[in-house]
């Protein structure tokens, strides 16, 4: 089975106002299946991916350290 879609959204009227929902979609060559998200589930995919962005983001910031280290360093070099 393959990942076809992912949706979430925030409601912003009726009973579920103020809440996520969305869907999962998964296709094989029999079909597809879909599976219906609430708040709850659509909060946990979130956590998943915030746990992905701070990695990313740590990993962006060593490299831009390292990138600033470089350039710098010839400079403080020629300083003396």
Do not use: W
Not at 43 to 63: F, R, Y
Request: with cysteine; aromatic share 4%.
């Amino acid at each position: 089975m393959q990942l076809e879609r992912l949706t979430m959204q925030r409601k912003y009227y009726g009973p579920n106002d103020g809440k996520l929902e969305g869907t999962i979609s998964f296709k094989n060559p029999d079909g597809e299946i879909q599976i219906i998200l609430d708040d709850n589930s659509c909060h946990n995919i979130l956590a998943l991916c915030a746990e992905g962005l701070v990695n990313s983001a740590q990993q962006v910031a060593q490299n831009l350290t390292a990138a600033v280290i470089t350039q710098t360093g010839p400079l403080l070099e020629n300083k003396e």
